[in-house]
C-alpha cells in the first residue's frame, strides 16, 4: 500500500542554518503531498501542500518540490528561526475513492539560538 | 481563527473500560475524522465520516470503535473495551468539503493501564 518515509530525527541547528527534512513517498496512483507541523501542545497545522508532480509548495519560509521521478517531497528552509522547533509531518492523500492522509513518523526539529 | 477542541487532552483508563473522546469540528466543517499516533510511531488514519455516517475505516477501527455525531457540534470516539494497545494520542480532524484541508485538533492522550 501507498506509504510515507521521513528522515529521522531529531534534527538540531542553530538559528539561520539551512534546513532540509527529507521525505520519499510510496505511491500507485498520483497522489497530494502535504507537510504538517506540530508546534508543542497544539494540534497539527497544515505547512504547505502540492497537489501534482513538480508543482512547489510554500508557506512561511518553507518549500518542498513534488519530485515523481524521485518520489519525493523534501523540506527546506533557507534559515530556521527558534520558532520553528517542531516536530514535522510528510504525508500524502492518495485521492480518488479515498481522502485519507497517510504519514510519516515526523520529524523533531530544535533550533537553538 | 476557527479551530478544532477536543477533551480530554489526557485521559487514564483501566483495561476493559469504556472511553469516550470528544472532538468540537469546525462549525461550518462537513467532512470529519480520527488518527491515532502510538508513541514513536506513525499518525495512522482511523475512519471518517460523512452524512451521519462512516464513510472510510482502516483495518484498525474494529468493533470496539464507534463513532458518533450526537448533536449539531459534538463527534465522538468510543472505545468499548480498552486495551493497552490503545494507548495513544488521538486526533480529531475536519474538513469543509472532501478534497479540502483537514483542520487538526491538539489530540487526547489516551493511557490504557
Known sequence: ????????GPVTLSEEAFLTINCTYTATGYPSLFWYVQ????????LLKATKADDKGSNKGFEATYRKETTSFHL??????????????CALSEGGATNKLIFGT???????? | ???????PSHQV????????????????????YWYRQILGQKVEFLVSFYNNEISE??????DQFSVER?????????IRSTKLEDSAMYFCASSESERATQYFGPGTRLTVL
Open chain 2, 1 to 7: 481563527e476557527p479551530e478544532v477542541t477536543q477533551t
Open chain 1, 106 to 113: 515526523g520529524t523533531l526539529l530544535a533550533v537553538q539560538p
Open chain 2, 70 to 78: 450526537p448533536d449539531g457540534s459534538n463527534f465522538t470516539l468510543k
Open chain 1, 39 to 46: 508546534y508543542p501542545g497544539e494540534g497539527l497545522q497544515l
Open chain 1, 76 to 89: 527546506e528552509k533557507g534559515s530556521v528561526q527558534v520558532s520553528d522547533s517542531a516536530v514535522y509531518f
Open chain 2, 13 to 32: 483508563t483501566q483495561m476493559g473500560q469504556e472511553v469516550i473522546l470528544r472532538c468540537v469540528p469546525i462549525s461550518n466543517h462537513l467532512y470529519f
Open chain 1, 1 to 8: 500500500g501507498d506509504s510515507v518515509t521521513q528522515m529521522e
Open chain 2, 57 to 62: 475505516k482502516s483495518e484498525i477501527f474494529d
